[in-house]
């Protein structure tokens, strides 16, 4: 009898933000979350909690037999444990990352199965999120291994895709524009209110209005405010109201120039 993709033991190198959330979808679908490993107890024990499974602080304690290894570390962190991650007879099983920015030729030398597993979204722990609309993008060491990230990942979500590590790159970069430039804006924003002792939340209309129109229109076509026509009445006074704020001052006149070059 052939056994479900269900089945396959999955171990989590990893309980942060991402980690959370894919971990959580996985157990929800059926998934077997047998371990989570953590440099934090008390991130691990309250991920592997959430997932039934076993938790540790030791990679020397990671399950050596699972038959996927989902690994979801900070950058600098996953370079530094990599050689212990696929130590012993881990180095057997099929090992994934879930970052944007490194490359999969970071397993070569390392691991015989090895492949990427990105989903390009925002993650928090506190905040739950639609998996079926959070595109993945896949890549493998064999044909065989990106048909079974596929398969898994479909399960999860409706958009699926193949991508190398070139295209893998592009994408995080003009995610950090999308979200966390676009997220830093909020914060700005936020403070500009807090100021004149407006709340952020009147934002929020304008933010979801701006958010839905590039859902029908190309970003550039949906651009609106002083900076396309470069009035200089309206961004003169907005620079002057940022005197006290050298950094924003010039974030402000270099966002708007970059708007009215582009236009």
């Known amino acids: ?12 190198i990893g309980a942060g933000n991402l980690a959370t959330n894919l971990a959580k ?14 440099r ?10 959430k997932v039934e499974a076993e938790y540790t602080t030791s990679l020397e304690e990671v399950n050596p037999y699972a038959k996927l290894y989902i690994i979801s570390l900070k950058d600098s962190a996953f370079a ?14 099929l090992m994934v990352h879930t970052a944007g920015s490194i490359p999969m030729s970071i397993w070569e030398g390392h691991a015989s199965h090895y492949g990427v597993f990105y989903p390009m979204q925002t993650f928090s722990k506190q905040r739950e999120v639609d998996f079926k609309e959070i595109p993945f993008f896949i890549e493998a060491s064999s044909t065989e291994d990106a048909a079974f990230l596929k398969a898994i990942a479909s399960t999860l979500s409706n958009r699926v895709y193949d991508a190398d ?18 997220n830093h804006m909020y914060a700005l924003a936020a403070e500009l ?24 229109l190309e970003p550039k076509a949906a651009q609106t405010g002083p900076a396309i026509r470069y009035d200089e009445n309206v961004i003169g006074n907005h620079l002057r109201m940022l005197a006290d704020d050298p950094g924003m001052q010039q974030l402000y006149e270099l966002l708007s120039r970059s708007i009215h070059e582009r236009h």
């Open 1 to 12: 009898m052939k056994r479900s993709i269900e089945d396959t033991p999955i171990v989590f």
């Open 25 to 38: 979808v996985l157990y929800r679908k059926g998934f077997r979350i047998v371990q989570v490993y953590s």
């Open 40 to 49: 934090t107890e008390e991130s691990a024990r309250e991920l592997a909690q």
């Open 80 to 93: 530094e444990l990599l050689p212990a991650i696929v130590a012993g007879k881990r180095k057997e099983a």
């Open 165 to 182: 590590s070139e295209q893998r790159k592009s994408l995080h970069l003009a995610a950090v524009f999308t979200c966390n430039f676009t």
């Open 193 to 216: 209110l807090k100021k004149y002792n407006l709340p952020f939340d009147v934002m929020l209309p304008l933010i979801d209005e701006t958010a839905r129109k590039v859902h029908e």
